[in-house]
């Protein structure tokens, strides 16, 4: 009976580290004989040659960390779109812009610009999909910008900081909070890249006291 392998689960990977890396794998898989399986067969077809692919079989590229390969600089790039929410997985599967297949089994996410796999005659590149955000300018005064950031925090979004501006999530909540406070704002799309912080993790309270925001520093005495 030739083995199952489910759709993305763990045999898949285990099956690949027996051919090839362990960042890095190729799997041919077949369509179930069976029209009530719901998996896929390492076997191939009988009228199949041993080796050789037939026409129901596709490749897959099995993912589970960035490339860390000898790259060909001078070879194309071939893009594999992806959401922010989806980067945020740890298992999934794209399609990349040639139709190449890919399925991802990783140790930690990846981002927007990591080359995932490449050949000799291309480079595949995660690109993060751009989503609506508020590009909010940041004043060059100093109590301005603590203002805008006030705003921006107090509503517990993420943000991404830049020299010059922030990004937030396009929500109307924060369009009223920021037109209250008569802050410029302007709505774009872009790749959106908010920070990981260790605070939006952690439970705390607005009400006034020394506990309210755990994670401001508080002030140390001089020494005498």
Do not use: C
């Amino acid at each position: 009976m030739p083995k199952t392998i489910p759709h993305l689960r763990h045999e898949q990977s285990t099956l690949a580290h027996g051919l090839l890396d362990e960042s890095h794998a190729s799997i041919q898989l077949a369509p179930p004989s069976d029209p009530q399986s719901s998996g896929f067969t390492n076997t191939p077809p009988l009228t199949t040659a041993p080796g050789a692919p037939s026409e129901d079989t596709f490749t897959m590229q099995l993912v589970h960390a960035p490339f860390a390969g000898e790259i060909i600089e001078s070879s194309p790039t071939v893009l594999i779109a992806a959401e922010r929410r989806q980067l945020a997985k740890r298992l999934w599967r794209a399609t990349a812009a040639d139709g190449t297949e890919f399925g991802f089994e990783l140790a930690a996410p990846l981002a927007h610009g990591d080359i995932v796999h490449a050949t000799n005659f291309a480079r595949y590149i995660i690109a993060q999909t751009p989503e609506p955000v508020l590009e909010i300018p940041l004043p060059q005064a100093a109590d301005a910008a603590a203002v805008t950031g006030w705003a921006v925090g107090n509503l517990h979004f993420p943000i991404e900081a830049q020299p010059t501006r922030l990004l937030a999530p396009d929500d109307i909540a924060l369009r009223q909070s920021l037109e209250r406070l008569g802050i410029a704002y302007r709505a774009i799309d872009e790749v959106f890249r908010p920070h990981r912080l260790a605070a939006a993790a952690a439970p705390h309270s607005h009400a006034a006291g020394p506990e309210a925001h755990p994670f401001v520093f508080k002030p140390v005495a001089p020494h005498a």
